[in-house]
């Protein structure tokens, strides 16, 4: 069984598109994370969400709005895509009792054209 | 904000060898963690460390969470072809909000 799981696996899409990002994970984690991955490796905190609250939203365009239906899923929309959002995005997971030890999901690479 | 440096950026080594890379931050860390990166999935936790000081090992990997609280190393020995990936090392400061702030990345080859 996948712990972490994201759909889709790639997405490539137009500038100004909107597009969103599925995340899912069945480790009963109560703390749901997105990350972005540069072109350099480089990868960066974008947002994190305890229990379906919002607890780190670091300096993102307002274009990204995460949302969380339930514990178990964080999903990402993106509004009128840009080159620079091109990426790889990874969700993660992790317990209330130990929020270090974060579970990945395998990324979605994302390509504006 | 806060940053870290790891070092080398990458490296290529013969089978069998030992690997070593670490980590440095101008501020001081709580929780080191060692995480690795196969090509196309996302990073798998390798190692976590707590206390400065503390060593702690997995397998062939031995990492370190350094006394000043400022710095960690990995060490990899008798490197094996599947041990080809990313390394990353992630530190976590004093708020208890799970933010991590990853290293550069090393990218380690393995010559069969």
């Known amino acids: 069984d996948t712990a972490v799981s994201q759909t889709p696996k790639y997405l490539v899409t137009q500038m100004g598109n909107d597009k969103s990002i599925k995340c899912e994970q069945n480790?009963?984690?109560?703390?749901m994370y997105w990350y972005k991955q540069d072109s350099k490796k480089f990868l960066k905190i974008m947002f994190s969400?305890?229990?379906?609250?919002?607890?780190i939203n670091e300096t993102v365009p307002n274009r990204f709005s995460p949302k969380s239906p339930d514990k178990a899923h964080l999903n990402l929309h993106i509004n009128s895509l840009e080159l620079g959002d091109s990426a790889v995005y990874f969700c993660?997971?992790?317990?209330?009792?130990?929020?270090?030890?974060?579970?990945f999901g395998p990324g979605t690479r994302l390509t504006v054209t | 904000g806060q940053q870290l440096n790891q070092s080398p950026q990458s490296m290529f080594i013969q089978e069998g060898e030992d690997v070593s890379m670490n980590c440095t931050s101008s501020?001081?860390?709580?929780?080191w963690l060692w995480y690795k990166q196969d090509p196309g999935e996302g990073p798998v936790l390798l190692i976590a460390?707590?206390?400065?000081?503390e060593l702690t090992s997995n397998g062939r990997l031995t990492a370190q969470f350094g006394i000043t609280r400022k710095d960690s190393f990995l060490n990899i020995s008798a490197s094996i072809p599947s041990d080809v990936g990313i390394y990353f090392c992630?530190?976590?400061?004093?708020?208890?909000?799970?933010?991590?702030?990853f290293g550069q990345g090393t990218t380690l080859q393995v010559k069969p």
């Open positions: 993660a997971s992790s317990s209330r009792g130990n929020s270090y030890e974060q579970y």
């Open positions: 501020s001081i860390f709580n929780t």
């Open positions: 969400y305890n229990n379906k609250e919002l607890i």
């Open positions: 480790l009963g984690h109560d703390t």
């Open positions: 992630a530190g976590q400061g004093s708020s208890n909000t799970g933010k991590l702030i």
């Open positions: 460390l707590y206390k400065a000081g």
